[in-house]
């Protein structure tokens, strides 16, 4: 298993940028596939980027494409997420997530989840 704690929420003007981390321990990082998914208010939880176990593929939704990038750094055991371009409708609660057998977008049952981290754009 794997414990994940976000990090580089907060609040931004829309058009700005901010950059998510995930730090990630247990078993091997390099092994899980990764991504992020959000919950806004009165919403559910959606998907929004994810990342395969040496960095590729990577998929993301249609919402964020072109504006988000997934990365990751398997020697420190980090995922980010690039947000730029922000918008007021990408405040949300970011959630990490992991699995160490298929994407988080196909296993969500199987997928470990971090606390998660407030993003909050302004018009």
């Known amino acids: 298993q794997v414990q994940l704690v976000e990090s580089g929420g907060g609040l931004v003007q829309a058009g700005g940028s901010l950059r998510l981390s995930c730090a990630a321990s247990?078993?091997?990082?390099?092994?899980?596939?990764m991504g992020w998914f959000r919950q806004a208010p009165g919403k559910e939880r959606e998907f929004v980027a994810a990342i395969g176990s040496s960095g590729g593929p990577k998929d993301y939704a249609d919402s964020v494409k072109g504006r988000f990038t997934i990365s990751r750094d398997n020697a420190k055991n980090t995922v980010f997420l690039q947000m730029n371009s922000l918008k007021p409708e990408d405040t949300a609660i970011y959630y990490c997530?992991?699995?160490?057998?298929?994407?988080?977008?196909?296993?969500?049952?199987?997928?470990?989840w971090g606390q998660g981290t407030q993003v909050t754009v302004s018009s």
């Open positions: 997530a992991a699995n160490f057998y298929s994407t988080i977008k196909r296993d969500l049952n199987g997928n470990y």
């Open positions: 247990g078993r091997t990082f390099s092994n899980y596939f």
